[in-house]
């Protein structure tokens, strides 16, 4: 028998504990959760918030029943307390608030990541909300009902803030949106489609407040105002988005942790101490683009690196491929996707790179029903001419052509290369000269 216990079971934890149990019928698999649901989608909270969706219900894939019918003992609102990696025993608390040690064999971390809590004054006041958790949004949700709340200031233009500011304005609310950085996406987009995203936000009456530095939330109990070095915003409710962190408390004084406390893995989601695995928002990553650690927190990222783990602490030697970053966001009706690095980012990790641009049409001029333009943008490496990014935008749905840049960063595919490759034509779909070929083909 192996015994498994698995430390966290939302994405990344659900993930590993599917895969051992489909194929290792010799594992007995034990989990704890300090929360009291699993597989929590925070993907859709943007659209609940925003009354995109009628509710939470379908944001959830999987449950406690779900994961003991497969044979896994699973233990809800326990919050594994410490771990004696030496002796192999974890120490957890359960919901009646009993004392439990488990041994185990193999230990798969999967305890995730919070946000970033800026240290400053005013961030105890009533009305600042984190979102992360279930409970978080529907906290966000039950205040939003109240005529209270009239102006919501959004502090970070990261994926979650600028999905969130979209989703306050749907819900009637005056959304302000703070980044320190001087525009929206800085991590994921170029300055020519973080523009696009930014006209977009201005075009529906959210507020930009970009280039601002906040200072401290002001408030009798609840808050009132956000105080920044270049202003004050009105504010009855305030979110903070400024990133995750990851929940390394379990394993800080004795794993080997990244830059920002995330345990570091090697591709087969190993800790620095043997049978110790983390995968997830608590883990490193590979990172193709840079060829070297990395921490990306991102649901596709937790449920690959959760299979990756699963087999090894199964028994099968198995190796991550890497990741690429590859994202997407969807805002009011502008679809915008990369992977990869953003010129910026690659010229500031000293990377000598190009990128080569194309706008076009997606279908032939002929086309009679709806034919948006796409913007595109790839970035290479100037001496070795490998595919080290690719961004993309438009009002169409041309999300699925990213993933093939994700591959081409994957397989150090060339610039070159691209540009032959046999890329198929039907008006229905695309033109002759797609503008994927064309960026290619116009590379310097
Ligand atoms: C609003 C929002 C939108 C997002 N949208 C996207 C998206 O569109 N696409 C995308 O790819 N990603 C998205 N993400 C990111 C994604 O949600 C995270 O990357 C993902 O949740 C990571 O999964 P995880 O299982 O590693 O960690 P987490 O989701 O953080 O889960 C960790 C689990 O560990 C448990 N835990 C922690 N400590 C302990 C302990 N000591 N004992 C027991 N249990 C413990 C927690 O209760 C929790 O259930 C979004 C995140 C948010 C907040
Ligand atoms: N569509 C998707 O794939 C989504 C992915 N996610 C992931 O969840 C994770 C967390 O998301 P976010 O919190 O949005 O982080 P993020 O890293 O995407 O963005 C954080 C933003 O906060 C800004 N910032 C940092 N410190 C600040 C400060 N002190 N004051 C003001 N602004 C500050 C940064 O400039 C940046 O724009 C990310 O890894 C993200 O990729 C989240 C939502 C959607």
Not at 73 to 78: D, G, K, L, N, S
Not at 326 to 345: E, F, H, P, Q
Request: net charge negative; glycine share 8%.
């Amino acid at each position: 028998m192996n015994k498994i216990v698995i430390v966290g079971a939302n994405h990344a934890g659900t993930a590993a504990a599917n895969t051992i149990m489909g194929n290792y019928k010799d594992a007995k698999v034990t989990i704890f959760d300090a929360n009291s649901n699993i597989s929590f989608l925070g993907c859709g909270m943007a659209l609940w918030i925003g009354e995109q969706i009628a509710g939470a219900e379908g944001l959830f894939y999987s449950n406690k029943e779900k994961l003991e019918a497969q044979g896994a003992v699973v233990h809800m609102e326990a919050p594994v307390e410490s771990i004696d990696f030496d002796k192999k025993i974890v120490y957890a608390t359960l919901k009646d608030g009993s004392k439990v040690e488990e041994s185990y064999d193999k230990i798969i971390l999967a305890t995730g990541s919070m946000p970033i809590i800026p240290d400053i004054p005013g961030r105890d006041l009533e009305n600042v909300q984190k979102v992360k958790l279930y409970q978080h949004a529907d906290e966000v949700i039950q205040k939003l009902k109240t005529e209270d709340i009239k102006d919501v200031v959004v502090v970070g233009a990261g994926y979650i803030g600028v999905e969130l500011a979209e989703a306050f304005e749907r819900h009637g609310k005056n959304v302000t949106l703070i980044d320190i950085a001087d525009t929206c996406l800085p991590a994921y987009y170029d300055e020519e489609f973080t523009e696009l995203m930014k006209q977009n936000l201005k075009d529906h009456g959210i507020k930009l407040a970009f280039g601002e530095k906040v200072l401290e939330l002001k408030g009798d109990t609840k808050v009132k105002e956000v105080v920044t070095d270049k202003g004050t915003h009105k504010a009855d409710m305030v979110v903070l988005s400024i990133g995750f962190r990851p929940n390394n408390e379990l394993g800080k004084d004795k794993l080997e942790l990244f830059r920002n406390g995330a345990y570091v893995v090697n591709k087969n989601q190993e800790t620095s101490i043997k049978d110790v695995y983390a995968i997830g928002d608590c883990a490193t990553v590979y990172d193709n683009s840079i060829q070297d650690t990395n921490y990306i927190a991102l649901a596709t990222n937790a449920v690959r690196s959760g299979i990756v783990a699963a087999h090894n602490a199964g028994g099968t030697a198995l190796e991550s491929a890497g990741v690429q970053g590859s994202n997407g966001i969807c805002i009011y009706d502008l679809k915008m996707v990369s992977t990869g690095l953003t010129l910026a980012k690659a010229k500031s990790l000293g990377i000598d790179a190009l990128a080569t641009d194309y706008d076009d049409l997606q279908k032939p001029e002929f086309i009679e029903s709806e034919n948006p333009s796409v913007k595109i943008r790839i970035v290479y490496d100037k001496n070795t001419r490998v595919i080290i990014g690719a961004q993309m935008a438009s009002t169409y749905d041309m999300s699925m052509g990213i993933h093939m840049f994700s591959l081409a960063i994957q397989e150090k595919v060339t610039i070159d290369k691209l540009a032959l490759t046999d890329i198929f034509f039907l008006p229905h779909f695309n033109k002759p000269y797609n503008y994927i070929t064309m960026a290619a083909i116009s590379a310097k």
